[in-house]
């Protein structure tokens, strides 16, 4: 899960992480106010759960409160990688002198968390780790033991050569890694680090992603979730228990399993279709489910065709027959549906399914290929793939 | 032959009074599994489908001699049920459990690396070694017996590729899922070393998805250490960037972790990618005519390349033993 810039200040703050002084607004009389309480020159920042918002345009410097009115009208409301901008952080503004990384992720292989600093650091750090890794100084930390305060410090000496600058950034550094641990994150991050001109150490920007398997335990960063900030349906997938991606194409997906549902998609591409979302519904499906994701991909416009393929295991096929049968009677479906259920109780499955009327097929290439000539059907002949 | 689990793995089932644990410790049962009890603190002395449940691991691996554990707890419980598995003696723990913390998974794998104990999973749908023992949840009518080994980070993905061979006439040995999310416990590299080292698996079905480099790193380990034929699967070509697609582990970020590098570093050393499931077997049949008429020079250096592959790895040679 992503949260903002200035939720992961604030906790930040709560952390003893150091921040510029800032403040959320949704409107731009909230965002004058709080440049007025602060005094300018202020910084004017969007709110998106994306990357690169400064070269897009989605942080701005406001030397005076008209400018802050200025920056915060343009910026609310703006589109950021097609994402809606809906609040903005006024920050107090701050003299920079040098820009350093820090950050904090989860790596795979050497299954540590690993601390990763630079002293290029700013809007060009996925440029400095792509074309000068040996920029980035990376410590796998042990996750028994932890980070050694020396090793935060050999790493914050990386950053700055003045002994009060290091000590400051290796404090920001341990408690950043306290932080990734109490939180759950999946990564943290610091992006810049900054020294100010009174030699102060400073995070300019916060970055904290948190690992949804670790949510059932932090009721508080869960409640942190900006709905707004995502897409409907994927929110509505999330609170039906199913993970959905919603794309661009026309063949809705119901899968159980992710690799299976990646596979029907990719499948899907491969037969000269385009699909219209990557849909688990999970192990243990009940029916409940089933319907939820029929809802959810029905409610897309684009959708032409449906394709439902399971693979019993843990998952029972006759469950998903249930679910199959409820959306029908509930949602009444116009367009055609191919359903392939094969596996753990595939004959109940079968005969459940014999009071709908349904399109059939045994094989996964099989029903890819009926799904994308069923998509085509409203299409005049000549436009048809057969 | 087969690698991890046979006939004689002793299974333990934890979280065997829930809905899937119960229905699996029966479905395994049922298989052949030699399943000598289940655990769930509370309910110690009560039965379920005839296996007698305990209310510890410490009990009921004393009572019954168990080697193996396959755990169906909630994620919640499954770190805790991991490690107490592995502390009262249990050899293979596989953690079928969906949802479990990466931050917990870090100190689980931390604690158990120096162990002679092998986890398998999270978030995995477990092993089966035809005809002889299944541990967790593969449904055990699309299996056959054969020469082939399946390793996968799928689960439904692995009854798919399974199904296509068995349906073209070839059969598995064992088939593992190693499970999706970013930390775990069993590797790529790990099985393939095993398959390696099992005289009845001949060809190695490989099936990656996006996300991690382990896809790269088992195409240099398949190139250094391995003489059987190995083909692969790549789920998520069509994926989009910076989305997690399903599994803790399945996302493409900062541009690293996509199909196409995967399917190129493979392609780079000899191993076929099929672009549908139902083209494995076709690619497998391949593989083993080519490999069944080695030079005499080139046998000799996989001799050496299995020789050293099977010092290698520690656990690789232990956990294939048992």
């Known amino acids: 899960m992503k949260i903002h810039e200035y939720q992961a200040k604030d906790l930040f703050s709560e952390a003893g992480i150091p921040v510029p002084p800032g403040k959320v607004a949704a409107t731009v009389a909230e965002a004058v106010e709080i440049a007025e309480s602060f005094g300018c020159p202020v910084m004017v920042k969007s709110q998106v759960h994306v990357g690169g918002r400064g070269k897009a345009g989605g942080i701005q410097y406001a030397e005076n409160v008209e400018a802050a009115r200025v920056w915060s009208q ?113 990564l943290v991050e610091i992006n810049p680090l900054v020294t100010v001109p009174s030699g102060q150490v400073l995070a300019l920007d916060a970055k904290v992603n948190i690992d949804d398997n670790g949510l059932f335990r932090h009721g508080e960063i869960a409640a ?3 709905v707004e900030a995502e897409e409907p349906a994927e929110v509505e997938a999330r609170e039906g228990d199913l993970s959905f991606v919603k794309l661009s194409g026309n063949i809705g997906c119901i899968v159980n399993g992710a690799g299976l549902a990646m596979a029907t998609m990719d499948l899907v591409k491969h037969y000269g279709g385009d699909p219209a979302n990557f849909l688990d519904i999970g192990g243990s499906s009940n029916p409940q489910k089933v319907l939820t994701a029929m809802r959810i991909i029905l409610s897309d416009a684009n959708v032409r065709a449906v394709l439902i393929n399971i693979f019993g295991g843990i998952t029972r096929c006759d469950d998903v027959a249930n679910g199959i049968v409820l959306a029908y009677e509930e949602l009444k479906p116009e367009v055609p549906i191919v359903v392939r259920l094969t596996g753990t109780n595939e004959d109940k499955a079968r005969k459940i399914l014999k009071a709908v009327n349904l399109e059939f097929g045994d094989t996964l290439d099989e029903v890819v290929k009926k799904a994308i000539d069923l998509s085509d059907i409203d299409v005049p002949a000549a436009g048809r793939s057969k | 032959m087969s690698i991890l689990i046979n006939k004689k793995t002793k299974v333990i089932v934890q979280g065997i009074t829930g809905r899937d644990g119960s229905f699996h410790a029966e479905q395994m049962k049922k298989y052949g599994t030699n399943v000598v009890g289940g655990v769930t603190p509370g309910k110690g002395g009560s039965k379920v489908a005839g296996i007698p449940v305990f209310d510890s691991m410490a009990e009921a691996v004393k009572k019954t001699r168990a080697n193996t554990s396959v755990i169906y707890v909630p994620p919640g419980f499954a770190i805790d049920a991991i490690y107490e598995a592995a502390d009262n003696g249990i050899k293979l723990i596989v953690c079928i459990t ?56 799928s689960g439904t993905l692995t009854y798919e590729a399974i199904w296509a061979l068995t349906c073209a006439g070839l059969g598995q040995t064992t088939c593992i899922g190693i499970g999706g999310d970013q930390i775990i416990g069993t590797n790529f590299i790990d099985v393939l070393g095993m398959f390696e080292n099992d005289k009845a698996t001949k060809a190695v079905v490989m099936i990656g998805e996006i996300g991690g480099t382990d896809e790269e790193e088992a195409a240099r380990f398949i190139k250094k250490r391995m003489s059987k034929p190995v083909v ?9 960037p910076g989305k997690r697609m399903g599994h803790a582990g399945a996302i493409i970020s900062g541009g690293t972790g996509t199909a196409a590098e995967k399917i190129k570093a493979l392609n780079a050393v000899g191993i076929p990618v099929a672009a549908s499931p139902t083209e494995i077997p076709g690619l497998v049949e391949d593989m083993m005519k080519k490999a069944k008429k080695p030079k005499a020079a080139a046998a000799k250096k996989t001799r050496k390349a299995a020789a050293r592959a099977s010092g290698a790895k520690k656990k690789t040679k232990k956990a294939g033993k048992s």
């Not at chain 1, 003299?95 to 820090?102: A, G, L, P």
Request: proline share 5%; aromatic share 4%.
């Open chain 1, 74 to 186: 343009k910026i609310l409301g703006m589109d950021i990688k097609g994402l809606k901008v809906g609040k903005v952080l006024i920050t107090e503004a701050v003299d920079i002198v040098t820009e350093s990384y820090v950050g904090i992720i989860i790596d795979r292989a050497s299954k540590s968390p690993v601390v990763m600093v630079s002293a290029a650091g700013g809007i060009d750090i996925e440029e400095v780790a792509a074309k000068t890794p040996e920029k980035i100084h990376k410590l796998a930390v042990d996750p028994t033991v932890g980070l050694r305060a020396y090793q935060a410090r050999n790493l914050a000496a990386k950053l700055y050569k003045d002994i009060a600058q290091i000590r400051q950034a290796a404090d920001i550094i341990l408690k950043l890694y306290d932080l990734f641990w109490q939180v759950d994150a999946s």
């Open chain 1, 224 to 226: 942190l979730r900006d």
């Open chain 2, 98 to 153: 969906e949802g479990v913390p990466a931050n917990d998974m870090m100190k689980v794998y931390d604690y158990l690396k120096d162990k002679d104990v092998r986890l398998v999973g999270p978030n995995c749908p477990g092993i089966i070694s035809t005809d002889q023992s299944k541990v967790g949840i593969m449904p055990g009518t699309i299996v056959k017996k054969g020469p082939v080994g399946v390793v996968s980070r």
């Open chain 2, 232 to 240: 692969s699967f790549i789920a998520g070509r069509s994926a989009p």
